[in-house]
């Protein structure tokens, strides 16, 4: 009862089995209560029913939240056919809302009192996230590894709809031969490649992960292409083109204005700037707690009131596309990539990765279709266009 006691209570160690199972049992009510409301079943038949193999699963939700949900399942205390809808269900019926516990009102205010994306936590990222390991992204990605949300408009592939998704921004930029381009959080350097080999621009491509620079260099080798290790705050140069696609997520809401700053003062007057942000329908100041600790440590989702008030007197907004549906099909490709890849990696990660990320890319799927996550392309000049902006699509 060791584990028990920590959800139970102190009290609990020196109560009678009955009066525990009676706790546990309260607990239980508790939670199949609330899952009622998203028509999610405890032992169900349907595939987004959750199957509880731990008691102790009850109180441990209920007290931790997100955080205990997310690592209960890491221990093997529960199970669920389709994750991806469980959490479609338990978002859209606001479960996530209801569970609060009193560490998440803590980790706000300590948000709020400090910044956690401050220049000496810039790389911390990278170490804990993409540099995992080349060999667990080159066999969940696409060919060119882009890890953001694919353009799934006209396309029936994984491969297919990352290009069109890395055409269309070619295209709302207008890019020309020669032009010059940065890219703020650049990973495996894909975008960069495909910009200069299909447009001939010249790019520069910065990233805080290791690995990802050094697999970039080589993916780039005899391109127009230059590869940085380098926060985004020690950008420096004029270019003619600014694009930030799945990094806006790790700036913070402290260094927003910061950052829509060090674009303009990069970006030619006539020029644009393409961001491509993961976005929230309200506006916070830390991520998911279980996210925090495990996938994207120091990250949050932006609002468009954060994004609209950090570019206010910097930027004119031209275009602002919505296309978050697209994130839970890519999701979903990468999921497969990865499930049947995984006996190829299984001894290098274990048993417990293969669940951690296995929630990690289900969950996220279940967000985006519960329309809690969106996904936002927005182009700005620093001047407006003259004649108006033409939107692709």
């Not at 048993?351 to 936002?376: S, T």
Request: charged share 25%.
């Amino acid at each position: 009862m060791q584990v028990a006691s920590k959800y139970l209570g102190i009290k609990d160690k020196i109560r009678k089995p009955r009066q525990r199972s009676a706790k546990i049992e309260r607990f239980r009510r508790c939670v199949e209560g609330l899952l009622e409301e998203a028509d999610v079943r405890v032992n169900g038949n349907r595939p987004w029913d959750i199957h509880i193999h731990n008691v102790n699963f009850y109180p441990r939700v209920l007290a931790e939240g997100s955080l205990g949900l997310g690592e209960s399942y890491m221990d093997g205390w529960w199970d669920c056919e389709q994750l991806d809808e469980f959490f479609c269900r338990i978002l859209r019926a606001g479960l996530d809302q209801k569970v609060r516990p009193f560490k998440m009102a803590f980790d706000s205010l300590v948000a709020r009192l400090y910044n956690l994306q401050n220049p000496s936590r810039a790389f911390e990222v990278g170490k804990v996230h993409y540099d995992i390991g080349n060999d667990l992204y080159s066999r969940m990605l696409d060919k060119l590894l882009i890890y953001s949300c694919a353009y799934w408009k006209n396309a029936t592939t994984l491969d297919e709809a990352q290009e069109a998704k890395l055409d269309l921004i070619a295209r709302k930029l207008g890019l020309k031969p020669g032009m010059k381009v940065v890219d703020i959080g650049c990973g495996w350097g894909g975008l960069a490649k495909y910009l200069a080999e299909n447009y001939g621009v010249v790019v520069l491509g910065i990233t805080v992960s290791r690995k990802q620079a050094s697999f970039a260099k080589e993916l780039c080798r005899g391109l127009p292409v230059q590869i940085r290790l380098e926060d985004y705050r020690k950008l420096s140069g004029k270019f003619d083109r600014v694009i930030s696609v799945g990094m806006f997520e790790h700036v913070g809401y402290k260094n927003y204005k910061k950052f829509m700053q060090v674009v303009r003062r990069c970006l030619k007057d006539d020029g644009l700037f393409l961001l491509h942000t993961i976005g929230s329908n309200v506006s916070v100041v830390r991520t998911d707690p279980w996210i925090e600790k495990y996938i994207f440590p120091n990250s949050m989702l932006p609002s468009a009131r954060q994004i609209c008030e950090a570019s206010e007197g910097i930027f004119v907004m031209e275009d602002w596309h919505n296309f978050s549906v697209h994130y839970d099909r890519t999701l979903l490709a990468w999921y497969e990539n990865f499930n049947n890849a995984w006996d190829e990696i299984k001894e290098k990660y274990g048993e417990r990765f293969y669940r951690m990320w296995k929630y990690y890319l289900l969950a996220c799927a279940g967000a985006f279709r519960a329309r809690v996550n969106q996904l936002w392309q927005i182009v700005f000049s620093p001047r407006g266009i003259p004649g108006g902006y033409e939107s692709a699509r």
